[in-house]
């Protein structure tokens, strides 16, 4: 079992703003030893990689800058975000003062002077599907959900579109691609109606394409070409850059997948966090528009059919080929869903795991134990793990 040595900082996302605590050696529990932002549903935290103790911070309409490690922040003006439903931010780890956040509708902006101002990627409307990605709450307009930079490719930019696919450019930001496998019209509705009075058209599991409803994108450590998508059903991998998918299957039917992880040492080694069911289903409040952990208080809620999201957290120790629930402590079949997933970067054993009722878990060993370090925390819609 890996023995914490260092302290570290968690600053967990809510709907009311960061929770910040402290995860101390040999401690029972997470410490609270701060609360910003209240008032805002946050979407995302970023450390700085040139300078740990510089954190970024996105909320629905707004972006944020702390200079030391989250006990207080500034409102930063992100002039040139026209879009301002914000989904996702990303610092850039080869270019300092870089950040990038994804917007709904669906574009991608980059700031190159730590988050004052943006430019929107343009060129990433030519991209030949853009019109046609969806969304299923009317009026269909897709968002960004996530976006992946990796130092070793420091012009290359992946993104998750939902729904979409996965994009890539690699010439920083200037071209991009469809990277979501082979092309075909019957991956994207036949009408997208705006108005809502056309019925929602699913996505279809296409072969060789991964699934059009993308979450989350990480990359192989050890491959380059080697990268996974969570999806709406189920989890994805692509061997070879993204012309060919492979559904991997973990034996939750559909399996609405989430926050994934990949242990930066041992890259055979994959958590993810799945629901049996979708947004509709999970336990929690819902809100008059959809997020990313919530449902929207107008679709039909199926709790009392399903039981809930019944999510459990899983693992791979062999590049997704197979899995297993983990147990050890965590809540099985739980009736809300798995908001976040991160390791520890200092000691990639150590993960933690957090719940939209408010809960989150630690794991010493890389998942095969699990213990309930806080509670309480009203829509908790993730974590991110910083060094203190």
């Given at each position: 079992?890996?023995?914490?040595?260092?302290?570290?900082?968690?600053?967990?996302?809510?709907?009311?703003?960061?929770?910040?605590?402290?995860?101390?050696?040999?401690?029972?529990?997470?410490?609270?030893?701060?609360?910003?932002?209240?008032?805002?549903?946050?979407?995302?935290?970023?450390?700085?990689?040139?300078?740990?103790?510089?954190l970024y911070a996105a909320s629905v309409t707004d972006t944020y800058l702390s200079e030391d490690g989250g006990d207080s922040w500034k409102w930063l003006p992100a002039g040139g975000v026209d879009y301002r439903e914000i989904w996702t931010m990303s610092a850039d780890p080869s270019r300092p003062s870089v950040v990038y956040v994804g917007t709904l509708p669906a574009m991608v902006y980059r700031?190159?002077?730590?988050?004052?101002?943006?430019?929107?990627?343009?060129?990433?409307?030519?991209?030949?599907?853009?019109?046609?990605?969806?969304?299923?709450?009317?009026?269909?307009?897709?968002?960004?959900?996530?976006?992946?930079?990796?130092?070793?490719?420091?012009?290359?930019?992946?993104?998750?579109?939902?729904?979409?696919?996965?994009?890539?450019?690699?010439?920083?930001?200037?071209?991009?691609?469809?990277?979501?496998?082979?092309?075909?019209?019957?991956?994207f509705p036949k009408v997208n109606d705006p108005a809502g009075i056309q019925p929602y058209e699913p996505g279809k599991i296409i072969d060789g394409r991964v699934y059009r409803d993308v979450h989350w994108v990480v990359r192989d450590p050890s491959n380059l070409d080697r990268i996974y998508a969570a999806t709406g059903f189920g989890a994805f991998r692509t061997e070879d850059g993204g012309n060919?998918?492979?559904?991997?299957?973990?034996?939750?039917?559909?399996?609405?997948?989430?926050?994934?992880?990949?242990?930066?040492?041992?890259?055979?080694?994959?958590?993810?966090?799945?629901?049996?069911?979708?947004?509709?289903?999970?336990?929690?409040?819902?809100?008059?528009?959809?997020?990313?952990?919530?449902?929207?208080?107008?679709?039909?809620?199926?709790?009392?059919?399903?039981?809930?999201?019944?999510?459990?957290?899983?693992?791979?120790?062999?590049?997704?080929?197979?899995?297993?629930?983990?147990?050890?402590?965590?809540?099985?079949?739980?009736?809300?869903?798995?908001?976040?997933?991160?390791?520890?970067?200092?000691?990639?054993?150590?993960?933690?795991?957090?719940?939209?009722?408010?809960?989150?878990?630690?794991?010493?060993?890389?998942?095969?134990?699990?213990?309930?370090?806080?509670?309480?925390?009203?829509?908790?819609?993730?974590?991110?793990?910083?060094?203190?």
């Amino acid at each position: 079992m890996a023995i914490a040595t260092r302290v570290l900082d968690l600053h967990l996302l809510s709907w009311n703003g960061l929770v910040k605590c402290r995860v101390s050696p040999g401690a029972e529990k997470a410490e609270v030893v701060g609360s910003q932002l209240e008032g805002e549903n946050m979407r995302s935290v970023c450390q700085d990689p040139f300078n740990p103790r510089r954190l970024y911070a996105a909320s629905v309409t707004d972006t944020y800058l702390s200079e030391d490690g989250g006990d207080s922040w500034k409102w930063l003006p992100a002039g040139g975000v026209d879009y301002r439903e914000i989904w996702t931010m990303s610092a850039d780890p080869s270019r300092p003062s870089v950040v990038y956040v994804g917007t709904l509708p669906a574009m991608v902006y980059r700031s190159e002077n730590g988050g004052r101002s943006f430019e929107e990627l343009s060129s990433f409307r030519d991209i030949p599907s853009f019109g046609k990605w969806t969304f299923p709450p009317a009026p269909h307009a897709p968002n960004i959900r996530c976006i992946a930079l990796d130092a070793r490719v420091p012009d290359e930019i992946l993104v998750g579109v939902e729904e979409g696919g996965v994009m890539r450019s690699r010439d920083n930001g200037a071209t991009w691609e469809d990277i979501s496998g082979p092309w075909t019209d019957e991956a994207f509705p036949k009408v997208n109606d705006p108005a809502g009075i056309q019925p929602y058209e699913p996505g279809k599991i296409i072969d060789g394409r991964v699934y059009r409803d993308v979450h989350w994108v990480v990359r192989d450590p050890s491959n380059l070409d080697r990268i996974y998508a969570a999806t709406g059903f189920g989890a994805f991998r692509t061997e070879d850059g993204g012309n060919w998918w492979t559904r991997l299957d973990y034996g939750m039917e559909r399996g609405y997948a989430v926050p994934m992880a990949v242990h930066p040492e041992k890259p055979n080694r994959l958590f993810l966090g799945a629901g049996f069911y979708g947004p509709t289903s999970w336990k929690g409040a819902k809100a008059a528009r959809t997020g990313p952990f919530t449902a929207s208080r107008w679709s039909l809620d199926r709790f009392a059919e399903t039981g809930g999201a019944l999510s459990e957290v899983l693992r791979s120790d062999d590049f997704g080929e197979t899995w297993r629930k983990l147990a050890g402590g965590l809540p099985s079949a739980n009736p809300y869903m798995i908001s976040g997933v991160d390791i520890n970067p200092m000691d990639p054993d150590m993960v933690f795991v957090t719940y939209t009722d408010g809960s989150l878990y630690e794991s010493d060993d890389a998942g095969e134990s699990w213990r309930l370090i806080l509670s309480g925390v009203e829509r908790l819609f993730g974590v991110k793990v910083a060094a203190a």
